[in-house]
């Protein structure tokens, strides 16, 4: 029993997860029904796979590595997103969060602890929503609702799968995970109250 609930199988779940919602939505970008937004996407990108570093200094073995894949998986989409004539469109509040991020980033060495790391971090990613939850409120049928669902799951189980609990450990699933579920909520008040989706988007 306790091998079924062991840390390593908590972070291969979560693994498994990562990929399972990312499949889907990278389908989705491909066939043009799901069009991210760029600015978003690099920000999450950079600072997920820096939290890894960070939590791994903090202990939190095999805990950190579904957030570790899931950051180059990040990469990756904000690279297809931009191939893909994703969402690029820049507004002043963009360009903000932007500016937020590439300055908390490098805090991160100059502070050489890795809960200020993780609360810099921490920070800047659920800034990196900005953007999102901008576009969502207008085009809540560009986005999948499914996959931000199936990230609240995922950083469940990263919890679950932590090796060492503390702040700096626990806070970066924890808050991404509440704030996905917070996205998805309002994806979906948003589409009842627009109505129904136009053909061609993600419902």
Same mark, same amino acid.
């Given at each position: 029993m306790s091998a079924l609930l062991s840390?390593? &199988? $908590? /972070? %291969?779940?979560?693994? &498994?997860? !990562? $990929? +399972? %919602? $990312?499949y889907p939505y990278i389908r989705a970008i491909?066939? @043009?029904? !799901?069009?991210?937004? +760029?600015? /978003? =996407?690099f920000i =999450?990108?950079?600072v997920t796979f820096t939290v890894a570093t960070a939590q791994l200094a903090g202990g939190a073995g095999v805990g950190a590595w579904p957030i570790a894949v899931s950051g180059l998986i990040t990469? @990756? &989409?904000?690279?297809?997103?931009? /191939?893909? /004539?994703a969402d690029t469109s820049i507004h002043r509040a963009d360009w903000i969060f932007l500016a937020l991020a590439a300055t908390a980033l490098p805090l991160w060495w100059l502070t050489n602890d890795p809960l200020? %790391? &993780?609360?810099i971090l921490t920070s800047v990613d659920l800034? @990196?929503?900005g953007p999102s939850i901008r576009?969502? =409120?207008t085009l809540p049928h560009e986005e999948n609702a499914l996959f931000f669902t199936l990230g609240a799951i995922r950083n469940g189980f990263v919890v679950l799968a932590l090796e060492h609990y503390s702040w700096t450990t626990a806070l970066f699933p924890a808050a991404v995970g509440l704030a996905c579920i @917070? $996205? +998805?909520a309002m994806i979906l008040i948003r589409r009842s109250v627009l109505g129904p989706v136009v053909a061609g988007l993600t419902r």
């Open positions: 840390n390593e &199988v $908590f /972070s %291969a779940i979560a693994m &498994v997860l !990562t $990929f +399972v %919602a $990312f491909l066939k @043009g029904k !799901t069009r991210p937004h +760029v600015f /978003s =996407w =999450w990108a950079a990469g @990756g &989409v904000a690279l297809l997103a931009l /191939s893909k /004539s200020a %790391a &993780v609360l800034l @990196g929503f576009k969502a =409120w @917070g $996205f +998805v």
